[in-house]
């Protein structure tokens, strides 16, 4: 195949790149230059897409002896990632920005390119698995991504190559010393990689301002606090309240609701965080289903951990989930993946969060 593969300046493209020249394959190497400041990108480990990224990119594909180009697509990347992660939580939404950035950057933006030159596939170092076109957790289940592939089309999955799936992320590390990158002991990129000091409140606030309002104990209905504007919150925050007013019981309080209309935020005990049904918009389905029709699966609702059993029950454009095991801490904007399989390991298919309610209204499986 005359692939394409996307590399990022980490280790897991570096490899995913190697075992596809070692496999025979024509691999051109693409970075993507997606920061608009890129020398002002990194702290530390957090962020990507930095000059250095960029020049490790560069010299992982000397050593490959593959052609290697640089894309700019930050224009895009901060209509399609950064102002819908800002206008999510202005709506009072928590999205996923790498959900995000995978559908409208890597296998949007990045496919449809790849295409147009003549190339057949785009690779990157994702750690999940494709087998037959299935989309399948990493044998990593650690480091595993398909949660954040989910909501990928079966035509661009069709066109993607993981070559990652099978290994551990140590064993990615071994191959890549084993060949003499540079990179094998890079530290991985951890946190919104547009937010690099990892501040969410305070890049919020630059892009929505400051708004004074009220913090509200839902138990009692009273005024315990104040904030500077209600997107800085988010369902199952415990620090950064600042409640004037400690709850009767000596508990800490948690983020239970935001409301972005009247610029409110509702707090209170854990144990009331607890969601059991969820209604989300219209998936992406991965395998057969009929409407109407409940289908017993795994649910993910986060990028890391937080899985149940659960009912699906889908409709023509909308999901209703019934969680057999309640979960805490789940917002609208987020994402439900829905896994299935004798190993739950299959992606079935995902859709975004609409709204999440507190009762459990069915915890048994049928």
């Not at 000397?62 to 224009?75: E, G, H, K, M, T």
């Not at 859709?351 to 507190?358: K, P």
Request: hydrophobic share 40%; with cysteine.
């Amino acid at each position: 195949m005359n692939v394409i593969a996307a590399m990022s300046g980490g280790v897991d493209s570096a490899v995913a790149s190697a075992l596809m020249v070692e496999a025979g394959h024509a691999v051109t190497g693409i970075h993507l230059a997606l920061a608009s400041t890129p020398d002002a990108s990194r702290i530390g480990s957090r962020g990507c897409c930095t000059v250095a990224d960029a020049n490790d990119a560069r010299r992982v594909a000397d050593v490959l002896d593959i052609p290697f180009y640089v894309w700019n697509l930050a224009d895009r990347f901060r209509a399609d990632v950064v102002d819908d992660f800002v206008a999510e939580y202005a709506a009072g939404r928590t999205p996923n920005p790498c959900v995000r950035c995978n559908e409208r950057i890597k296998f949007a933006a990045v496919l449809d390119r790849a295409l147009a030159l003549g190339f057949d596939a785009v690779v990157t170092g994702h750690h999940a698995r494709l087998d037959a076109g299935v989309l399948r957790r990493s044998v990593d289940v650690g480091k595993d991504q398909s949660y954040v592939l989910a909501t990928l089309t079966d035509r661009q999955l069709g066109l993607a190559v993981f070559p990652l799936g099978e290994m551990t992320k140590d064993q990615v590390r071994q191959e890549a010393a084993r060949r003499g990158l540079l990179v094998a002991d890079k530290p991985d990129s951890h946190d919104i990689c547009f937010i690099a000091d990892g501040d969410t409140r305070g890049f919020l606030g630059k892009h929505l301002g400051a708004r004074i309002g009220d913090v509200i104990d839902d138990q009692t209905g009273h005024v315990v606090g104040q904030h500077h504007g209600a997107h800085g919150f988010t369902v199952g925050q415990r620090r950064g309240l600042s409640l004037g007013v400690p709850a009767a019981d000596g508990k800490p309080r948690y983020v239970l609701s935001v409301s972005v209309a009247d610029n409110t935020v509702r707090v209170g005990p854990g144990e009331a965080l607890e969601i059991g049904f969820i209604r989300t918009g219209a998936p992406v389905w991965h395998t057969d289903v009929a409407v109407g029709e409940p289908l017993d699966c795994i649910v993910q609702l986060r990028a890391h951990g937080m899985t149940s059993p659960a009912t699906v029950t889908p409709y023509e454009h909308r999901t209703e989930i019934a969680l057999h095991r309640g979960q805490r801490g789940i917002a609208a904007g987020q994402t439900a993946v829905f896994y299935g399989g004798a190993d739950a390991d299959v992606v079935l298919g995902a859709a975004r969060i609409e709204t999440a309610d507190r009762v459990l209204t069915d915890t048994s499986p049928r």
